[in-house]
């Protein structure tokens, strides 16, 4: 359900700048990818990943919650540039 109005709130307001645009687009991005693992693996979750570059290991981390993370900060930060600053 939230899903559905993040998409909703996303397309009916234009007024966003990129950045938002960007996080909010990200947020949705990974909520749904959650939403699709979950449906097609009877409740499950299967998109971990792992990253290694020689001698240097990520972990195992699920990418859909990278991106809502990620996405999170990114939109708090960008909404926070829009605070007045006092002086």
């Known amino acids: 359900m939230l899903l559905l109005i993040g998409c909703t709130l996303l397309f009916r307001y234009q007024q966003l700048s990129l950045a938002q645009l960007i996080a909010s687009s990200l947020i949705l991005a990974g909520g749904t990818g959650n939403l699709i693992d979950r449906l097609s693996n009877n409740g499950g979750v299967i998109d971990f990943v792992a990253i290694e570059l020689g ?11 990278l991106c809502i993370l990620g996405g999170g900060f990114y939109l708090g930060y960008s909404l926070t540039r829009l605070l007045p600053t006092s002086r």
């Open 55 to 65: 001698p240097l290991s990520t972990g195992i981390f699920n990418f859909a919650d």
